[in-house]
């Protein structure tokens, strides 16, 4: 099984009389509001261990009941004040539907039955670097080519970045030369237009122009760039308002825009547009990364996830001694 890196840059916007600042907010400034609860700890230190708190929890559940993850064992866990970093390794995965369990030897007898109230977890592991006086941080959350919970993960900590009046903004990080590479060669065959999943239905119109109340469409027979749709956003305002004029009754607030594409690889993927980056490819790990007995080899793990977070620092023009 595939091991694979997703690295996200982030920042935070603070928010003030119910608008968020347009500027991300230091994490500095925002370890400063911390320290009354923390007294005997430094600034970061004080943001650290407010991080470290919303990983003292129960299995989260996805809203479609598909995945879940928990923080209660999280392994080799890692508090760094100096490096300004958190790391460790939490258990994901599927849920809410019964799998029979057989030997792959043998199909004829189950040997286990995973409820639907049980998950079929494996190990993930993540590190945040959370840089002072500085508003980029970077976050890295393992994933096995047949298994993510980064979604999840990410929403936890939109979550808790939401409950100390913040709001969490990332951006995927590949080297530039990989996504010009797979994206020059990735295109667009097919836009879908449908109802928000869990909306509620007053908000729905009693009759929908296109196809009754049910409202599923698509337009076919085209050719978008992905680059440029990712990267452009007049160039993605313009097709979203090119939809509205093929469209007249989609609405961003009540419709979901789900993009379908051909990869650099042939194959065919879809992504909506409120999360475009995932049309990125994740950073695939070498066979160093692998033990022999197909388990992730995390001492190597998390080597290459220190060499990404220097890359982006760099990439940042981000000097500690500065700060």
């Known amino acids: 099984m595939k091991q694979l890196l997703d690295v996200f840059t982030f920042q935070l916007q603070k928010k003030e009389l119910g608008k968020y600042h347009k500027e991300a907010i230091s994490f500095d400034e925002i370890a400063k509001a911390l320290i009354d609860s923390n ?9 650290l261990q407010e991080i470290v708190k919303t990983f003292d929890t129960s299995f989260l559940i996805s809203s479609d009941s598909s995945k879940a993850i928990c923080f ?23 849920t809410g539907q019964q799998y029979d369990v057989y030997n792959n030897e043998d199909a004829s007898t189950v040997t286990h039955v995973v409820k639907p109230s049980e998950v079929a977890s494996l190990p993930f592991f993540f590190k945040i670097w959370f840089p002072k006086n500085f508003n980029t941080g970077v976050l890295v959350v393992h994933r096995y080519s047949t298994n993510t919970c980064l979604g999840l993960f990410k929403k936890r900590l939109s979550e808790l970045f939401s409950t100390l ?91 979901n825009l789900t993009f379908y594409y051909v990869d650099s690889k042939g ?9 475009l980056e995932c049309l990125i490819p994740s950073i695939s790990l070498g066979i160093t990364c692998v033990n022999s007995d197909n388990t992730p080899n995390w001492e190597e793990i998390k080597k290459i996830a220190d060499i990404y977070i220097e890359l982006i620092k760099k990439d940042l023009k981000y000097n500690a001694k500065e700060q």
């Open 267 to 275: 194959q065919k993927a879809n992504s909506t547009i409120d999360a």
């Open 72 to 94: 209660n064992n999280v392994r080799d866990f890692c508090i760094s004040e100096d490096s300004n970093t958190i790391s460790g390794i939490f258990l994901g995965g599927n």
């Open 165 to 255: 009046g913040y709001k969490l903004n990332t951006q995927k990080f590949v080297p530039k030369d990989k996504v010009e590479e797979f994206l020059d060669n990735c295109n667009i065959f097919k836009i879908g237009i449908s109802w928000k999943k869990g909306l509620d239905n007053s908000l729905k119109p009693e009759v929908d122009l296109l196809q009754g109340n049910s409202f599923s469409s698509a337009i076919t027979g085209i050719s978008l760039p992905a680059s440029k749709l990712i990267s452009d956003l007049a160039y993605r305002r313009k097709v979203t308002s090119e939809i509205s004029a093929l469209y007249p009754e989609y609405d961003e607030t009540l419709h």
């Open 39 to 47: 007294p005997s700890k430094s600034k970061m230190g004080a943001l």
